[in-house]
């Protein structure tokens, strides 16, 4: 059996475990379950998962145009936005060509790159722990094909200003694609942040990439969207695994758009949460940078691992970046209590 050889260059990508009874805030989950809507329509869907789903996702692609604004051939779906991710790369890159991202910043980057035969070329987030939007830029070459710029940035928190992002445009060239992946977009109150999907709008390379997975309380059911010019949406359609995108998820997916409202609130609050949270960890002495997402991020260095040790001794779950950081969700009061209590003993 002859396998690929450049598969020993993958990354893993480290899904946490959580021990019972502990607090979860290591994968960025909302703490809520989805509203009673929501459950009523997957336990509806669920009576007809012998059939296979609808192949385009249409109905969900015709309710999301019709709230963005734009028409239904501008938007895709996919299992999870991370699968939409893949798929970008593999509509814009063959072996030997570069995909240009921050790093530290969403860990599927690299390895979506890689499984497509590219070249992942990371660049140095600033000393802000934000996008280095010169550094990005700089980096493009003859061979880049793709840049993925997270904002607000996974696992760091922030967010690239309009101004900046205008101006990254401008210098990079237009066959270049630019990936706008704003999974955590509901959770962003700086008004100085653009909205992807206007910018997706009117700039033929740009695509803006949103998820079901965060705000609308479905990681579990895997559904993720982006919003393009109509060639792209096209190609990605093409490459995209048949019916990925399942029953349940997509009746669910047009549930909470129509629950968005207590959804949305419940955003809100997570984001006093996390200023909370943050105001907390200043007074402990902890130098934790700004976050616009549902999650706060601790540079810690050499005493990452040694902290998130001490979390889960405590009985709490956070995603640790080994030499690096820790990155902890905004999760319910008593958990983030829960968490706090365990940086209060930390030496």
Known sequence: M???????LLPSYAASTTPVGAARLASNEVDATPPPAVLAAVERAIADVNRYPDFGANHVRERLAHRLGVTTGQVAVGCG???????LVQICCRPGDEVVFAWRSFEAYPIV??????SPKPVPLDADWSHDLGALAAAVTPSTRLVFLCSPNNPTGGTIGATELSKFLASVPEHVLVVLDEAYREFVTDPTAPDGVDVARTTPNVVALRTFSKAYRLAGLRLGYCVAAEPIVTALNKVQIPYSVNTVAQAAA???LDASGPLLRRCAEIVIERDRVRAE???LGFATPRSQANFLWLPLGTRTAGFATHCLRNRVV???FDGEGVRVTVGASA???AFLAAA???T
């Open 254 to 256: 047009v549930a909470s």
């Open 2 to 8: 002859r396998l690929r050889p450049d598969l020993d």
């Open 318 to 320: 956070v995603r640790s």
């Open 281 to 283: 960890l200043a007074k």
């Open 335 to 337: 958990d983030n209590d």
């Open 113 to 118: 790159t890689r499984i497509v035969g590219a």
């Open 81 to 87: 936005s991370v699968s939409l991710c893949q798929q």
């Open 344 to 346: 209060r003993t930390f």
